[in-house]
């Protein structure tokens, strides 16, 4: 029997890789569901081929010209919409990819029903953190990752379940700034120019400021339960390498391959069997070294912010994540320096004081807070 996917961030980079997938195998895959945001144009044109059941947009407007054309088919939108789509109980695995804080409240409807989630949206678990994982646990829901260095985790992790991880070695590319010097000077272009994955806006500033890898450290503490001392970021530049596990005896298990979303995404949609796919094979005579740098935490700030917010608890972690997508639009819009991005990051750290967050509401409200006030904080600055 096919497995039916919901895919929520069709349009996106995520979304799009995993639909190579889906139409690569389509003895082993149909779509149930695609989300989208505002692209119509291209929703539509993924209808047209893989027949979803549900479709979300997000506007009315988007929605009344999606019925004009596909006038069976169910299409939500909106607040509502999302709400109602995401506690659908039709499909086997839903790749949750939904950009930023919109993605979290929909992913822990799916796994309060305890469904199959395949996370590339890293705020579900920065923003979530312990309230994801213990909603996992308590509705038996499963966990898996599409993330490339999480991935690799994962399968370094497979079949090792009883031995003890001594060390999780995430790797980073270093961005576009690792042998450079980071100056106001600094434009969006230079940001944007990622020297290895082909990635969206957001995600690509977060990179060159490292802040992303800080996110996959607090991914990695949720997802394999481990502590932040435990984590050890390294620098790989040639991105071949894309994680590994060191054990208490001194063995490291790497994960080794080409540099293509499409090889994480298929391993969890087939989990935990392996799909074979057309890409290039590495050839290992022709990488000659594999060498690992250790990065500079005062250089790259946001990395160390975030190990910070780890280790002070979970509503600093929400604080982190809407800190920056607030100051990453503002720069990405030339409205602030890039060396902005970490220093007012650490300013709002340093006000927040801790509190509980046992709600989706309460994540969200403090969310909301702290967009609010960073953009305050802008404008002192």
């Not at 929605?63 to 919409?81: A, M, R, V």
């Not at 250089?299 to 100051?327: R, T, W």
Request: charged share 25%; proline share 3%; hydrophobic share 40%.
């Amino acid at each position: 029997m096919k497995k039916r996917i919901s895919i929520f961030g069709s349009t996106g980079s995520i979304g799009t890789s995993t639909l190579n997938v889906i139409r690569s195998h389509p003895e082993l895959f149909e779509v149930s569901a695609l989300i989208a945001g505002n692209n119509v144009k291209k929703l539509a044109e993924q209808i047209l081929e893989f027949h979803p059941r549900h479709v979300y947009i997000k506007s009315e407007e988007h929605q009344n010209y999606l019925k004009e054309k596909f006038d069976s088919l169910d299409i939500h939108f909106g607040t509502q919409g999302m709400e109602d789509i995401s506690n659908l109980t039709d499909y086997d695995i839903a790749v949750s990819a939904l950009v930023g804080i919109s993605g979290l409240k929909p992913t822990y409807n799916m796994i309060r029903h305890g469904k199959t989630v395949a996370l590339a949206n890293k705020e579900v678990l920065v923003a979530g953190g312990e309230l994801i994982i213990h909603a996992a646990r308590e509705h038996h829901a499963t966990l898996l990752t599409v993330d490339s260095e999480h991935s690799a985790i994962m399968q370094c992790l497979n079949g090792e379940r009883h031995n003890k991880i001594d060390k999780i070695l995430l790797t980073a590319s270093g961005g576009p700034f690792f042998d450079k010097e980071i100056t106001d000077n600094i434009t969006v272009e230079d940001a944007l120019d990622h020297p290895t994955w082909n990635m969206g806006a957001k995600v690509t500033i977060d990179s060159s400021t490292m802040m992303n890898k800080g996110f996959e450290v607090i991914e990695a503490k949720w997802l394999f339960d481990v502590e932040p001392d435990q984590i050890q970021v390294v620098v790989h530049r040639k991105s071949f390498v894309h994680s590994m596990v060191q054990f208490e005896d001194g063995t490291i298990i790497a994960n080794i391959g080409p540099k293509s979303m499409e090889i994480p995404i298929a391993y969890a949609l087939n989990y935990p069997n392996r799909l074979q796919n057309q890409i290039e094979k590495l050839d290992l005579f022709q990488i000659h070294t594999l060498a690992f740098e250790k990065p500079d935490l005062e250089k790259f700030k946001c990395l160390k912010l975030a190990f910070d917010a780890i280790k002070k608890g979970h509503s600093y972690q929400v604080v982190l994540n809407a800190a920056d997508e607030v100051l990453v639009n503002a720069f990405l819009e030339s409205k602030i320096k890039y060396t902005d991005i970490p220093r007012i990051m650490e300013i709002m750290l340093q006000k927040h004081t801790g509190e509980k967050l046992d709600t989706i509401e309460k994540i969200l409200e403090l969310d909301q807070k702290t967009r609010e006030l960073t953009l305050l904080e802008m404008e002192i600055h």
